[in-house]
């Protein structure tokens, strides 16, 4: 491909087990730490999960659990509190990574002539199954089953990019894609392949899941495709089946000429995609097919003009589970050898051995992992791996799967594979951005303009970047990228500072409470002064020198959502 096919990655994303952001998510992934929470009889009480349950002996205390999962900032995404406490949860992270990646690339607040589509997957709605319909908390006793229509609204997952596109007002085309497990890797082939016949400018792409809502584990049954003990592992020996856990994830993208014309910040780019499906050429209708498997490797390497040989890692699909897995590296083996015959030198790896395997959102956690590793030139090891699966000749294949960090070697380029049941296959290949040229010095004197939906949200905004700037962070980027790339919301702050130093201690200072005022010093051009005056007062600041650079994201405010099942709703009167 040239500039003009190839897709930049300019914003990430996501919330999993155990990381609440892309930059928690990689220290979790460079450290090895599995983030699948196993748990003791007394946290399963506190659950609320029924003593027969707990003591079966079928049942696996181990999940993917994601902290906040009952909370949402209702007001912020403009939500009454008995709305947004019938809203599927996944929609509800959805919007919340939705609104990151856009601020991570600067763009939250787009031209109104910009086309932003939306491309994105989910799971079954869990939520409405298990804690909604029937419930009297919900749906008063005697009420017609019609009612439900009108009650749950826009509840299940067609309605996924359309909630994104309703809330942040985006214009471009919004599209459900619904492949169970690789749909949100499908997702970013379609948002990819929008953007290049110049049906948007800018596209979000991933998924959301919420596989469990009360996220405490599994009933395990022999011959079936969960793990026996709660562990995930990867191409590995003892593999007995896989974990699963809830999470989100988001990535926002661009045609490469057009950000490289608008300087703005690329984590990776997009070389080539490929989408198939297995056909009948397998065991069975949820059975993996290594013809099609291997077919959408092959596709995706043609797209990019690629060598196999120059792939130095691919994040697999590896869910864990035996037949699977073998039958992955078999297929991945056959696509790479109609390129080379190296053995042992690309590195093969899986998030889900951390993380769990995040359903319709697992592929775009696989793509950010990619794309991370591609950016900082480590390739993360696999949990769990102990010794190459028994039907597998491991070392008679390209690759090789290892359990601590490797450095890359020879040119940054991956492959991330995500299949879906029922034979929906993609694969994604990413390398590195080109060499962003060097930022110039920046004005003297800054104004930082900050907003937040709330007073305490101000005050942790400004802490945030307070960090941000401290640890190194541009005050001219900083101030350029608050302006133009940031939604106006009604609680305000301005920021005027000359330097680094004055810029970090007038941000502790909003942050700690005082007095907005001193954030703009009398010795401050009054030209500044004036202006930092009018943002307060509700009115627009002109853009500044600088460019586009990730910023830390809003601290939204959640607060509890929920609505128990039926059964807990009976017990409380009825009650939420």
């Not at 690789?182 to 959301?208: E, F, H, M, P, T």
């Not at 919420?210 to 995930?232: E, I, K, N, W």
Request: net charge negative.
């Amino acid at each position: 491909m040239t500039d003009d096919d190839r897709i930049a990655i300019i914003g990430l994303a996501c919330r999993v087990p155990g990381a609440d952001g892309p930059t928690e998510f990689w220290a979790n992934l460079t450290a090895g730490v599995d983030s699948v929470r196993r748990f003791s009889v007394p946290d399963l009480t506190v659950a609320g999960l029924p003593p027969e349950t707990a003591s079966d002996p079928g049942f696996v205390p181990a999940f993917g659990q994601l902290a906040g999962l009952t909370d949402f900032d209702a007001a912020l995404f403009g939500y009454p509190a008995a709305d947004a406490a019938r809203l599927d949860p996944q929609h509800r992270l959805f919007l919340e990574v939705a609104w990151w990646a856009l601020e991570d690339a600067g763009y939250a607040r787009p031209d109104p002539e910009t086309q932003v589509g939306v491309f994105a997957g989910c799971a079954a709605n869990r939520y409405l199954r298990h804690h909604l319909l029937g419930n009297p908390a919900v749906q008063p006793a005697g009420g017609l089953m019609e009612d439900w229509d009108d009650a749950l609204a826009g509840s299940t997952s067609d309605y996924l990019p359309s909630r994104v596109a309703y809330a942040l007002d985006l214009t471009g085309p919004a599209v459900a894609v619904q492949t169970a497990c690789s749909s949100s890797l499908v997702s970013v082939c379609q948002a990819a392949q929008s953007l290049l016949d110049y049906r948007c400018d800018l596209a979000l792409a991933g998924g959301a899941a919420v596989v469990s809502t009360r996220q405490v584990g599994y009933r395990h049954r022999p011959g079936g495709t969960l793990a026996a003990d709660g562990v995930c592992r990867p191409y590995d020996a003892d593999a007995s089946g896989q974990v699963f856990g809830n999470g989100a994830g988001a990535v926002l993208l661009k045609r490469l000429a057009d950000a490289i014309e608008d300087d703005d910040h690329i984590y990776g780019v997009l070389a080539g995609w490929a989408v198939n499906n297995d056909g009948a050429d397998r065991a069975g209708f949820t059975a993996p097919g290594v013809a099609g498997q291997a077919a959408v490797v092959a596709e995706a390497l043609a797209a990019a003009g690629w060598q196999a040989g120059d792939v130095g890692f691919v994040e697999g699909h590896g869910s864990g589970t035996a037949v699977g897995d073998a039958l992955e590296i078999q297929a991945l083996t056959r696509a790479f050898r109609m390129h080379t015959d190296r053995s042992g030198y690309c590195v093969l790896g899986s998030v889900k051995s951390g993380v769990g395997n995040l359903d319709a959102a697992a592929g775009v956690v696989g793509l950010i992992k990619a794309v991370l590793a591609v950016r900082h030139g480590v390739i993360p090891g696999t949990v769990h791996f102990r010794r190459a699966h028994r039907d597998v000749d491991l070392a008679a294949t390209p690759f090789l799967v290892t359990t601590g960090e490797q450095k890359w070697a020879g040119p940054r380029r991956a492959g991330v594979s995500s299949f879906g049941l029922g034979g929906t296959n993609a694969h994604v290949l990413v390398e590195e951005a080109p060499v962003r040229p060097a930022a110039g010095a920046g004005p003297r004197w800054v104004l930082l303009p900050l907003s937040a939906g709330d007073p305490r949200a101000l005050r942790q905004l400004a802490g945030r970047l307070a960090e941000h700037v401290d640890a190194g962070g541009s005050p001219a980027d900083a101030a350029y990228t608050l302006t133009v790339g940031r939604r106006r919301l009604p609680y305000r702050a301005a920021v005027v500072a000359r330097g680094r130093s004055e810029a970090v201690a007038a941000l502790r200072s909003l942050a700690d409470g005082r007095d907005p005022d001193l954030a703009v010093p009398a010795d401050a051009p009054a030209e500044l002064r004036d202006r930092a005056a009018e943002w307060r007062r509700g009115g627009e600041v002109p853009a500044p020198d600088g460019r586009r650079v990730p910023l830390p994201g809003y601290p939204f405010q959640r607060d509890r959502h929920w609505i128990e099942p039926p059964e807990v709703a009976r017990q409380s009167g009825g009650r939420p």
